[in-house]
């Protein structure tokens, strides 16, 4: 006997205000960039620099941020969705992960051979410059903070191991990029000015090293909070040991035979419930499983079991 759904769930997970947002810091960190790739050729800083060509690819991954935003609500009426289309977003997210990858890759290998074969560098001209790219950055994180809830949280991994999967992953993965753009002009400051004042010339490859690092562990916090939602890839989530507990709460002579449960949304969860049973009824299981406001799609399958 199976329960099925009486009728599609589709879910509305359209953000007007982060798509909003995420179109404005693509626009702001692009005219950024141009102006830092360019000073940092001009006045040979491999900081700046490198904030300028991390701003690029920032700028990229924005772009497909926001064209990610686009496309689910593009196709947000599509049928051939099953659940919507928040995995576009979700994939959005993961491909700006893999940017922040590449941009990582590219500050240290600059670095390095920065480090290696210094270069005097303009202090005066660039400091300035580099100043402006941080305010941009700060500009940039609050507008992304006011599209969405709880940004602050967002870049710590953790969280999407507690209850709070709620998270928008493509405006995470935004947010994250404008952090790490935000840190590494922080660095660049820090190394120009202690190669102005100081005489510190090695601070400017080890800051973009240090940099490298940084942006290194963020991006690959993301790419695997993303990837395990586009592999669903989360049967060790919360929800998943609570629908056991549940379950196992049942009369004794229902055995759980089989169970899926992945991520169909922001917070949203489906779930397949497969069991042996005597007298329980699918009504009963679905009634049982619906004190789990994040079930919204249950199907349940129970075999008759003779006593």
């Known amino acids: ?58 700028a ?13 609500r593009r196709f947000a009426a599509d049928r051939r969705f099953a659940f919507g289309t928040w995995k576009i977003e979700v994939l959005g ?17 600059e670095s390095v051979t920065r480090l290696v074969h210094p270069t005097p560098i303009q202090f005066d001209e660039a400091i300035p410059i580099a100043a402006v790219g941080l305010v941009v950055n700060v500009v940039s994180a609050w507008l992304l903070s006011i599209g969405g809830h709880d940004l602050g949280h967002q870049h710590h991994h953790h969280a999407e191991a507690a209850h709070g999967h709620g998270h928008d992953l493509n405006l995470r993965s935004a947010y994250i990029h404008v952090v790490a753009d935000a840190a590494t002009s922080v660095l660049a400051i820090i190394a120009l000015v202690g190669g102005r004042y100081l005489g510190a010339l090695w601070l400017d490859p080890v800051m973009g090293l240090a940099g490298t690092a940084l942006v290194g562990s963020w991006a690959w916090s993301l790419l695997r909070t993303s990837g395990r939602v586009l592999l669903d890839a989360e049967m060790d989530a919360p929800v998943v040991e609570e629908v056991r ?14 169970l899926h449960v992945w991520r169909v949304g922001k917070g949203k969860y489906a779930c397949i419930v497969s069991l042996t ?23 349940v399958e129970v075999e008759r079991r003779v006593a």
Do not use: K
């Open 245 to 258: 507990e549940l379950l196992g709460a049942l009369p004794e002579d229902v055995v759980l035979r089989d």
């Open 60 to 72: 990229l991954a924005l772009g497909v941020s926001a064209g990610a935003y686009a496309l689910s």
């Open 277 to 299: 049973a005597v007298d329980v009824t699918p009504a009963h299981v679905r009634e049982r499983l619906s004190v789990h406001e994040e079930l919204v799609h249950v199907t």
């Open 1 to 58: 006997m199976i329960a099925t759904p009486e009728h599609d769930h589709v879910f509305d997970i359209r953000n007007p205000l982060a798509e909003q947002r995420t179109r404005q810091v693509m626009w702001l960190t692009a005219v950024m960039m141009v102006v830092e790739i360019i000073a940092g050729t001009v006045l040979n800083s491999m900081a700046l620099l490198a904030d300028g060509w991390h701003m690029s690819s920032h």
């Open 93 to 109: 997210g993961y491909t700006s992960a893999v940017f922040l990858m590449g941009v990582a890759a590219y500050m240290g290998l």
